[in-house]
């Protein structure tokens, strides 16, 4: 099995910083493109960014310039740097990526962690 496990969420005034990890963890034999996305209370669910195993990133247009993501393949982790986050930024973030389990390529979610920006 593999589960993906995020942590770093919380409270954060207007202006501040996050820091999001996702670690991947199970029978794994490769992964490959990671991603975080976000849904907001009465929203769908939405891609903020997304990063291949070469290191290529796309982000939303809401959160260019803002936000980074980044992996560490050893670890198996990706993360979310997020700065002068936005009210609107508030959501329940969830990281994603595809993984193959021997022949097998699945995407798996993670269990998704709260980001709450907020005076």
């Known amino acids: 099995q593999v589960q993906l496990v995020e942590s770093g969420g919380g409270l954060v005034q207007p202006e501040g910083s996050l820091r999001l990890s996702c670690a991947a963890s199970?029978?794994?034999?490769?992964?490959?493109?990671m991603g975080w996305y976000r849904q907001a209370p009465g929203k769908q669910r939405e891609l903020v960014a997304w990063?291949?195993?070469?290191?290529?990133?796309r982000y939303a247009d809401s959160v260019k310039g803002r936000f980074t993501i980044s992996r560490d393949n050893a670890k198996r982790t990706v993360y979310l740097q997020m700065n002068t986050l936005k009210a609107e930024d508030t959501a329940v973030y969830y990281c994603?990526?595809?993984?193959?389990?021997?022949?097998?390529?699945?995407?798996?979610w993670g269990q998704g962690t709260q980001v709450t920006v907020s005076s």
């Open positions: 994603n990526a595809a993984i193959t389990t021997g022949e097998i390529m699945g995407r798996y």
């Open positions: 990063i291949s195993t070469g290191g290529n990133t």
């Open positions: 199970g029978s794994i034999f490769s992964i490959y493109n």
